[in-house]
């Protein structure tokens, strides 16, 4: 049965609120427990990659990204649809523009 | 903001990513300014190499307080790269230029700050920055005095300009 890529990406990568300072990321291979400033550094990180120039030189370079999640426990690998569809979960959560910047 | 984020932080995530820019600023503005007070120690510029010195400081202090506002209100503060500084400068008239120069820059920075923290209704940011506003009037207003003693004095030995520039 053919996979629709697109929706994959949709279904992956949630952000959900466990408790008051617990969040979990889903990713379609594992579970990562978060704190609010593992968060915030989740955030930090994930906006610093999706700038215009840093995109621009994934794709030109090894077109995909490595990410450290969680105060280093986790390691996650993004290639740019799965890289954009997180921005755009963490832009939901914090409520803010999930526009990439120059 | 939503619920969630709002029990976490009392500042808006895009506030606070400016003001993490902000920090960058400063601490670029103060290493600016210890360039600029080892060019006037190197040439025995006494009055501007201790009025640099202090500058380097103070822009420290203020690059702190915003440091410690954006942990404070559940924020993450991020220490900033600092590269790119200046140490090659032709006159001494020319750094006092630069260093107004800088500080338009960083109020008009502050200023963008404000307007976006007035647009995301972030008053704890709003009330902060008022500090910085009248500390950025008084800082253009220092630099522009400084200058105006250069061009009040024009031709004179520049040891005498020197020793004319505010210590305290």
């Known amino acids: ?102 | 903001m939503n619920t969630i984020v709002r029990k976490q932080m009392s500042i808006h995530p895009e506030v606070m990513d400016l003001l993490n820019n902000q920090i960058g600023m400063e601490m670029k503005a103060s290493a600016s300014y210890l360039a600029m007070a080892s060019w006037c120690d190197q040439r025995e510029l006494l009055h501007s190499k201790a009025f640099f010195y202090r500058q380097a400081e103070e822009e420290r202090e203020h690059a702190m307080k915003i440091f410690e506002f954006i942990n404070d209100n559940g924020g993450a503060a991020i220490s900033p790269n600092v590269t790119n500084v200046n140490n090659d400068f032709e006159s001494l008239r020319g750094i006092y230029e630069t260093g107004l120069e800088q500080e338009i820059k960083v109020t008009e920075s502050i200023f963008k700050i404000f307007k976006t923290a007035r647009k995301v209704d972030d008053f704890t940011t709003e009330i902060f920055l008022q500090w910085f506003i009248t500390e950025q009037s008084e800082e253009e207003d220092t630099f522009r005095s400084i200058i105006d003693i250069f061009d009040l004095m024009e031709g004179m030995p520049l040891k005498m300009i020197d020793e004319r520039i505010p210590t305290e």
């Open chain 1, 1 to 102: 049965m053919p996979v629709n890529k697109e929706i994959d990406i949709n279904q992956s990568y949630q952000i959900k609120h466990l408790t008051f300072c617990k969040y979990v990321l889903h990713t379609p291979n594992k579970t990562i427990d978060l704190s609010f400033p593992q968060m915030l550094e989740l955030r930090r990180k994930i906006n610093e990659l999706t700038t215009y120039s840093s995109l621009n030189r994934i794709v030109n370079n090894e077109n995909f990204a490595l990410l450290f999640v969680a105060d280093k426990q986790h390691l996650i690998f993004l290639e740019i649809p799965q890289l954009l569809k997180l921005k755009e979960e963490i832009s939901a959560f914090f409520h803010t523009s999930a526009a990439v910047c120059a």
